[in-house]
């Protein structure tokens, strides 16, 4: 995946890095091999005199206790220093085992403690002054709109299911934003 991302960024495309709740140990050396640049987050940006927020969605998923401690775990320097200091094998069972919770943990759960919690968009578009929100993480594609602000939620990337599953948003100079779907 590194040596694929330099070769677009060797080509002449910028490429951004906005990490998501599997990239907590993304950083600067990744950045470098890959040849991007990482986002810190929320990151505002202008386009056609609008502000957009660009977030990944799960620190506003405020309602999902579990995953908001899980978060916060996996975001300290000090356990990540101690986990990368583990034997390569070990990290993978973690890794392995931390996915499976997951998957255990969202059937259980309903989608409104899984989605964002409205409090926490509405303080996001307080806090950025943004016009716009583009977020993943929930992955139910969809344009929201609140008060003359619209939220974005881009979908998951799934190429090996049945339907394939994927999408983008496409921003023009003018600030135009459009949805789409993988055909």
């Not at 990239?23 to 091999?33: I, K, Q, Y």
């Not at 996996?74 to 200091?85: A, M």
């Not at 403690?113 to 016009?131: N, R």
Request: glycine letters at 10%; aromatic letters at 8%.
């Amino acid at each position: 995946m590194v040596s694929a991302i330099r070769r677009v960024s060797e080509a002449g495309t910028t490429v951004y890095w906005l990490a998501g709740n599997r990239d907590f140990l993304v950083g600067p050396g990744f950045a470098e091999a890959a040849g991007l640049r990482l986002l810190e987050e929320p990151h505002v940006m202008s386009a056609g005199g609008r502000r957009i927020a660009l977030v990944h969605g799960d620190a506003q998923c405020t309602a999902d206790l579990k995953y908001m401690a899980f978060r916060a775990q996996v975001r300290d320097k000090q356990w990540q220093q101690q986990f990368l200091g583990m034997p390569l094998a070990q990290r993978k069972a973690i890794i392995a085992g931390l996915r499976e919770g997951s998957r255990e943990a969202q059937a259980g759960q309903s989608y409104e403690i899984m989605d964002v919690a409205p409090a926490s968009v509405q303080a996001l578009f307080m806090e950025t002054d943004a016009a716009v929100i583009i977020h993943g993480h929930t992955h139910r594609p969809a344009v929201h709109e609140t008060d003359g602000r619209l939220r974005y939620v881009l979908p998951d990337w799934e190429l090996d299911a049945e339907p394939r599953r994927g999408g983008w948003i496409a921003l023009a100079h003018d600030g135009t934003l459009t949805r789409h779907d993988l055909p």
